[in-house]
């Protein structure tokens, strides 16, 4: 057995080599003095060797090292960190951040690497770089790869079994170049979706909370001061663009309203580690709530989740509660805004609505109960559905803005969510393809109720004539402010440009091979383009 003398010298024997090369390397460069990238000294490949062969190496693990003063982002299995790098005022990439073991006293080292001179190729390349963490009288190596993207960090007991919509506890953390942007926080968080919570990429919704469990705003990547937050996988998706671009395209389409248009949320590109594992592309958004639609607290927000309805009793057996429930204990509809429980007109407007979409009454005896359809906002919310084919999102997966007047009626207004299902993609039924499949024909064909929501099938069934001349001109009106299918590709192009520039893509196709993202939108660009010419024929417009 080694005496306490003879522990404590390997780890000084190693130090004073360490020293000693440094000083020579020194030496030798001149005036270039020691390189250092993110705080950290670079060794040459004979110091790496060196130190690595006078200690005892065990196994790399998480939280040993700090980014930005928090965990840095680790993959246990592969032992590799995830580093967001900075952009330079050009927009090219740079290592950013200071990088810094976690207890004091150890060392951290990279290891030389022609990379460093050109990390704008590293990060498209996705290029892992060496390092080594001396603690003691052991080490541990690792790898580091720098992402364009902002990388997320989701955490909890792994002792848990996460079940169903279940809430759990557990540390969310957001990693920047910019220690100003860094964040990590408790947080709640449950898993979203129905038929997308059978993958293992789920959808999780986030609460942040402070020490004490309650609720927390933090501005994360800049989006607003938020306690609420959506981790959207985006995995049905090959192109892995879908969603962001017709989030982007519906915001487009109510601009040029002039009115009371109603906005949706946004996607910002980001990666997701989970319990030390990568888990790749996803994006995080805020939900649609009364904050982002401006809502007061006169005002109602239901969203639609079923494509069944329920009944007048089954309205009547909830009264009182922010959902109503099918009797297997999935929500058909719930109250989104304001939250705490409904107020004395309780779920009267949403049944109303209900009734008419569902034949129970007329446009006219709607009104006369104080609810009024917004009509330019139901033509500019199914333009949207006809022009994207989001089968999805004709009567569920939207939301039911309900304004209430001086006059004391409620205003409607549509919006949308979930929008996976858009540019020729539909619900195919097999789970090889994460259910879902491509149409080239649907870029030519307006089937009803696919390409056309529910509520604008009532309406131009009492009112051809009307619906399709406001449809001419809404459809022109947004055709002159630039909705285009070269602007609608130009974006789905930029956003895949983002992706892989990052290197991000090609991690994801690593992490999901089967069926795989597919950085080629040769499909998308002709599906967008066919149709865009298909309803400019429609109705009538000329460039």
């Known amino acids: 057995m080694k005496s306490g003398m003879e522990r404590i010298a390997v ?5 004073l080599l360490l020293a000693l090369f440094l000083l020579r390397g020194q030496q030798e460069s001149g005036q270039k003095g020691i390189a250092v990238c993110m705080d950290i000294q670079i060794l040459s490949s004979e110091q790496f060797d060196t130190c690595a062969a006078e200690l005892q190496e065990k196994e790399a693990v998480p939280g040993t090292i700090l980014f930005n003063g928090c965990a840095a982002p680790f993959d246990e299995e592969k032992s590799l960190l995830y580093l967001p790098a900075g952009r330079d005022a050009e927009g090219c990439f740079h290592a950013s951040g200071r990088l810094e073991p976690a207890s004091e006293g150890d060392h951290l080292y990279f290891l030389e690497d022609p990379f460093f001179d050109d990390p704008e190729l590293a990060v498209a390349q996705g290029h892992a770089f060496d390092w080594i963490l001396v603690s003691g009288s052991s080490f541990c190596r690792g790898q580091a790869v720098l992402t364009g993207l902002p ?3 989701l955490d909890w007991d792994r002792d848990l079994e996460i079940q169903g919509k279940k809430s759990y506890t557990g540390r969310f953390s957001v990693c920047m170049p910019e220690s100003s942007g860094t964040v990590s926080d408790r947080c709640s968080f449950h898993v979203r979706g129905n038929t997308s919570t059978f993958y293992e990429k789920k959808s999780y919704r986030i609460s942040l909370q402070d020490r004490n469990g309650d609720r927390k705003k933090e501005n994360l990547l800049g989006i607003r001061d938020d306690d609420d937050w959506i981790l959207l996988p985006m995995l049905t998706d090959t192109s892995r663009i879908r969603e962001k671009t017709a989030y982007d395209l519906w915001n487009r389409m109510q601009a040029p309203a002039g009115t009371d248009g109603v906005i949706s949320s946004s996607v910002h590109y980001t990666e997701l580690v989970i319990n ?4 790749g592309i996803y994006g995080l958004m805020t939900p649609v709530d009364g904050k982002l639609l401006g809502l007061t607290d006169r005002d109602l927000l239901y969203k639609i989740n079923t494509w069944e309805v329920p009944s007048d009793e089954e309205y009547r057996d909830f009264d009182g509660m922010d959902e109503v429930r099918k009797p297997n204990g999935i929500s058909y509809v719930d109250l989104k805004y304001p939250d705490r429980a409904l107020a004395a007109d309780g779920w009267e407007p949403m049944r109303l609505f209900q009734g008419y979409v569902y034949g129970a009454m007329s446009l006219e005896e709607l009104e006369a109960a104080g609810v009024v359809i917004d009509r330019e906002s139901m033509l500019r919310y199914n333009l949207f559905c006809t022009l994207t084919h989001a089968m999805d999102n004709t009567w569920k ?4 803005v309900c304004k209430k007047q001086a006059d004391g009626s409620y205003r409607l207004y549509r919006d949308i969510w979930d929008l996976n299902y858009t540019f020729g993609d539909y619900f195919a039924g097999k789970i090889d393809n994460f259910y879902t499949a491509h149409s080239v024909r649907s870029a030519t064909e307006i089937v009803p109720f696919k390409d056309t929501g529910y509520d604008f099938e009532v309406l131009r069934a009492s009112d051809p004539e009307g619906t399709f001349a406001d449809s001419c001109r809404i459809w022109k009106e947004i055709r002159d402010a630039g909705v285009s299918a070269d602007s609608v590709c130009g974006a789905a192009e930029s956003s895949m440009e983002e992706l892989t520039r990052s290197g991000a893509m ?11 993202p597919s950085a080629d939108l040769t499909e998308f660009r002709r599906w967008v383009t066919d149709r865009f010419s298909y309803l400019d024929d429609i109705y009538g417009y000329k460039e």
């Open 11 to 15: 780890p000084v024997l190693t130090v």
């Open 151 to 153: 990388v997320l960090c």
């Open 276 to 279: 030390n594992r990568y888990y």
């Open 397 to 400: 997966n939207t939301f039911l």
């Open 506 to 516: 090609d991690r994801e196709a690593q992490r999901w091979p089967q069926p795989g």
